[in-house]
């Protein structure tokens, strides 16, 4: 299974497993339908909404190898 990493853009990652969206949402990141969301880095999008990206990355990751 591929990691998520902070230059990821947030539409690959919810096109890697669409469970990830309520991690997204959780955090306060509630623009994942946006334009952005298809262009913007994660560490961006975390820049942005004032959001620890080691945090979001980390539950990221942990849900995905707990599949």
Known sequence: MAKVTKD????????LDKGTV?????SGMHCLGCP??????IEDACAVHGI??????K???DY????
């Open 8 to 15: 990821m853009i947030i539409a690959d990652v919810l096109r």
């Open 22 to 26: 309520p991690i997204f949402l959780n």
């Open 36 to 41: 952005s969301s298809s262009g913007e880095s």
């Open 52 to 57: 620890d990206p080691d945090k979001l990355i």
């Open 59 to 61: 539950e990221l990751n």
């Open 64 to 67: 995905l190898e707990s599949k």
